[in-house]
């Protein structure tokens, strides 16, 4: 067992499925107790089997449910949390939605629903836990939020999208200014193509999927784990003197001109 995070008190947000799901349990591999946020019935089972490896991993975990989206799922993730285990070491900002839709015919409701999950909730849990952060005894923690490498490029099924991942990149950044003085880090993940339920069907799409790969100097697709190790070094104290950091995760993608 790893002790990167021994005995730390870990908040996941959307950790059912995909990179929370891999988050959290990577965060007890390392020796951390887990607050596993969900969003209710739907999730329920897949839920119960993220606490079952926690658990198989010797930690302890709770359940939280609720809709990230509304500011009173933040104040219950917290309560809960301080409940169970006194305090919160570390927050990973994870919820969100992608449904890819075209630009011209974006009805206002698809768009008003991805800002409310991805940048409101980000927003509101960040917030509520940041105060919890500031509030207990010895103070401070680390806030890593999951962003996307659409924070830095457009994406043409992704207009409401990419504005909310650059949002948070940028959330993160103010927070880092606002929140050292508490001894609170601030740092956000740029993921490239991960294999998610999010983007299942996009990358069913063989002829997409061939190009998406080709683009990536590694050679594959990432998988969550990928992106739940890179969170981990950024929770733990040997990133103690990063902050208001993005660290693109994406095999490198980004540089890459094929």
């Not at 409701?109 to 960040?126: A, C, E, H, P, R």
Request: negative net charge; hydrophobic residues 40%.
């Amino acid at each position: 067992m790893s002790k990167l995070l021994l005995n730390k008190i870990v908040v996941v947000t959307g950790s059912s499925s995909g990179i929370g799901r891999a988050t959290a349990i990577a965060a007890s591999r390392h020796g951390a107790d887990v607050v596993l946020h969900h969003l209710g019935e739907s999730t329920l089972k897949d839920i119960e089997q993220v606490k079952q490896a926690v658990e198989g991993n010797g930690r302890r975990a709770i359940l939280v449910a609720g809709d990230i989206g509304d500011p009173t799922t933040a104040t219950t993730i917290v309560t809960e949390a301080v409940k169970a285990f006194q305090r919160i070491d570390v927050l990973v900002s994870n919820a969100g939605i992608c449904p890819f839709h075209t630009f011209l015919d974006m009805p206002d409701s698809l768009w008003k629903k991805v800002q409310n999950v991805n940048m409101d909730g980000s927003f509101y849990i960040t917030r509520a836990v940041a105060n919890q952060m500031a509030s207990q005894e010895p103070q401070g923690g680390s806030i890593v939020a999951i962003s996307s490498i659409s924070a830095l490029m457009g994406g043409a099924g992704q207009t409401h999208y990419t504005p909310t991942k650059a949002g948070i990149k940028s959330l993160m950044e103010s927070c880092a200014i606002a929140l050292g003085p508490m001894g609170i880090r601030c740092n956000s993940i740029l993921p490239g193509t991960i294999e998610t339920p999010i983007n299942e069907e996009d990358l069913a799409d063989e002829e997409k999927r061939a190009y998406m790969t080709k683009r990536i100097p590694l050679g594959r697709l990432g998988v969550p784990d990928d992106i739940a190790e890179p969170v981990c070094f950024l929770a733990s104290d040997m990133a103690k003197y990063i902050t208001g950091a993005s660290l693109l995760v994406d095999g490198g993608a980004a540089i890459s001109l094929q």
